[in-house]
């Protein structure tokens, strides 16, 4: 029934070959076109004098370009979003996992109390080196 509905409204690739548009096949017909016809298309110039809505937009990506280009702590903030946008998933999924297991609480692994831990006497060396005056940086 398909196919021959298909068939009689002319839907086949077959019987949409006999019947040739006068439309533009492909980009190398346009380009043809335009070389025939006069060359390359001319850029369109705006004479008119700018309006307050113009003047606008030109203000907005000025002030993006600058606050994008000119502020050091933009790429700073972005990393911080993304670090902070990444815990918050793995919180989620560790809820979401908690909660299939029938668990009220988070499930506290080995290598957790061992990253903890390891982060502790990586903070106590740090600090060591600041109140000996071994930190460079901190001065």
Excluded: H, W
């Amino acid at each position: 029934m398909y196919d021959s509905l298909r068939k009689s409204a002319k839907f086949t690739a077959a019987q949409n070959k006999e019947v040739k548009s006068d439309f533009v096949d492909c980009i190398g017909e346009m380009v043809a076109y335009c070389e025939k016809n006069g060359g390359q298309i001319p850029r369109m110039k705006i004479d008119a004098p700018n309006d307050i809505v113009d003047k606008v937009i030109m203000d907005l990506k000025e002030y993006t370009r600058s606050l994008i280009y000119d502020d050091k702590s933009l790429a700073q903030q972005i990393e911080n979003y993304i670090k902070q946008r990444e815990n918050a998933d793995a919180m989620k999924k560790d809820r979401e996992e908690a909660k299939e297991k029938g668990y009220s609480q988070i499930e506290i692994k080995d290598r957790d109390y061992q990253a903890y831990f390891e982060n502790i006497a990586k903070e106590k060396e740090e600090d060591e080196k600041i109140y000996t005056g071994e930190d460079e940086d901190f001065i």
